[in-house]
């Protein structure tokens, strides 16, 4: 059973650009979420999806968004790039949250974004 | 205050001894779930072990333990028969409430070494 896959791996980009990166779930996942992980903050929640619904926010700038996508494929992105955005996003999928899963997050390798 | 506390920034064990790995947590929620993850260098998260709010015996999953102290509100993980491949960060995590409740909150983790 493949796991969640995110791509880009790496990317390097400037100020003022925008970035998308994308995330495939583990089939049968519908719940998508993403994390900033840097030195300082740690990890922090930006969202999560579900059935192509955001439910859930983290305290970010508008600057960020997602969308999720009718086969649970998710994507995100950020605009107008600050040398503070540079971070491993990591991408998360999850079965629905019942007596029998815990709702536990698989997590993918990340995308490590650069900012210059 | 801080939702998820692990006040060791770093451990060292020797392999094969035991190593247990502090983690403190606030909420008043009386559901909530509590989450160990492994991440290596490589970056990806690697779900270890879960402990429910009303789970009446400690979890346990292979080499890891959680040693869950409600009344504390800590949920220390121990690891035995440490191996070279445990080295990695570990971070501790929870969510409150149940139903659509996705999202985690992630401590700072901590950083566990095992020396030959």
């Known amino acids: 059973k493949a796991g969640v896959t995110q791509t880009p791996r790496y990317l390097i980009k400037t100020r003022g650009q925008q970035v998308t990166l994308s995330c495939s779930p583990i089939s049968g996942h519908r719940s998508v979420s993403w994390y900033q992980q840097t030195p300082g903050q740690g990890l922090q929640f930006l969202f999560e999806y579900f059935s192509e619904t955001q439910r859930n926010k983290g305290n970010f700038p508008g600057r960020f968004s997602g969308r999720q996508f009718s086969n649970s494929r998710s994507e995100m992105n950020v605009s107008t790039l600050e040398l503070g955005d540079s971070a491993l996003y990591l991408c998360a999928s999850s079965l629905y949250l019942d007596r029998a899963n815990t709702g536990e997050l698989f997590f993918g390798e990340g995308s490590r974004l650069t900012v210059l | 205050a801080q939702k998820i506390t692990q006040t060791q920034p770093g451990m060292f064990v020797q392999e094969k001894e035991a190593v247990t790995l502090d983690c403190t947590y606030d909420?008043?929620?009386?559901?909530?779930?509590l989450f160990w993850y492994k991440q290596p260098s490589s970056g990806e998260m690697i779900f270890l072990i879960y402990q429910g709010s009303y789970d009446q015996q400690n979890a346990t999953e292979g080499r890891y333990s959680l040693n869950f102290q409600k009344a504390r509100k800590s949920a220390n993980l121990v690891i035995s028969a440490s191996q070279l491949g445990d080295s990695a960060m570990y971070f501790c995590a929870m969510r409150e409430g149940g139903g659509s409740n996705y999202k985690l909150t992630f401590g700072k983790g901590t950083l566990l070494t095992v020396n030959p």
């Open positions: 909420t008043s929620d009386p559901s909530y779930g």
